[in-house]
């Protein structure tokens, strides 16, 4: 038999993969890495039912610590917004999978590596890009890619198999992780239609509204309504809260890797919130030129997040730049649930920038004169004066 590891998720299209490509006479280890999301109980099930279609080995590896180690702490010091809608949920844990499946299949001397991606999205180049870099030698199988399967075609293939599985009541596609949820169905084909609520996995349960607080340490996040606690379990705790207002729905509209627009809905309550809080406390702790470069950087760091080039060096760069720049990032901030949406009403932070002694806003000058602020505004036309005079500009 030929050696194998499949990124499995346990949905239709890995499950299609492994009995057909047991079929074709290979040993499949079928491998799930947990980026977040999944319950003892999901796993269990996911376990269950790729032995029953025909794998040789499961293993689920946990990789959530090394998901924000890696990932999500970057994205929440950069304020890392997809078009400045979506907190790339699912591609930043694509990257973190891959280098993990790769990790594995050359921990076991494997000659093929296999996904399930169609060759319509992105997430065959996140997969295969990774897998190329890292693991040269190893050969890359896509069925779904390879033999352009529809859906229908999976279940059909799967019954004739005798496998039951009733994944044609799934209405709609649901990709659960630590930062986030990807939803997808009929209505993210389209330009016009937006997913109904019953689309969304969270719904409505409160209605009064709930203040609540977030705590930063250089950047990163150290507590939630004062209480310490490790990132990862912040985010989870912070999601459980927030979801039950069903904040965080939106829809992302996108260009693709591929050349192509693409639509997709999501449901991030927790990273939406911890990222629009770290974006403000930075307005009160950096520099307007921080704050400037970071903006640009972000959206670099974003994008090529998006595209799969984790492991460009630049990335690692950018990564050393957003690290310098947390060394003030540090305080608390408040922050209001209502049904649908938050605000943020204030901040405390030892390195606040707003400081009174200098002066207040709109109010009263303590650190220079009247004279001094003509003459700054003076020097600071000559420029314009200059041009306007020369060019004979109206």
Partial sequence: MKKLVLAYSGGLDTSYCIK?????????????????????????????????????YYKSINSIKNFYDKIIKYLIFGN?????????????????????????????????????S????????????????LAPNIEIITPIRDEKVSRKDEIKY?????????WEKAQYSINRGLWGTSIGGSETLTSNKNLPEKAYPSKLSKNKLKKISIEFKYGELIALNGKNDNPTKIIDKLQKIAKEYAIGRGMHVGDTII???????FEAAAPLIIIKAHHLLEKHTLSKWQQLHKDQLSNIYGMLLHEG???DPVMRDIESFFVNSQKNV?????????????????????NDLMNSSFGDYGEINNNWSANDAKGFIKISSNAHKINRMINHKL
């Fill in 309 to 311: 080039n984790y492991l």
């Fill in 20 to 56: 057909k490509l047991t079929e074709q006479g290979y040993d499949i280890y079928a491998v799930s890495i947990n980026t977040g999301g999944f319950s003892n109980k999901d796993l269990k099930k996911i376990k269950s039912n790729a032995l029953d279609l025909g794998c040789k």
């Fill in 80 to 116: 890392v917004l997809k078009n400045n809608t979506y907190p790339l949920s699912v591609s930043s844990e694509r990257i973190i999978q891959a280098i993990e499946i790769v990790n594995y299949a050359k921990s076991i001397n494997a000659k093929y590596i296999a996904h399930g």
């Fill in 330 to 350: 540090n305080g608390k901030v408040f922050i209001d649930l209502h049904p649908y949406r938050f605000d943020l009403t204030g901040i405390e932070s030892p």
């Fill in 259 to 265: 050349g192509i627009k693409g639509r997709v809905g």
């Fill in 118 to 133: 169609t060759g319509a999205g992105n997430d065959q180049i996140r997969f295969d890009m990774i897998f190329q870099i």
């Fill in 158 to 166: 799967l019954k004739s198999h005798g496998i039951k599985i009733p």
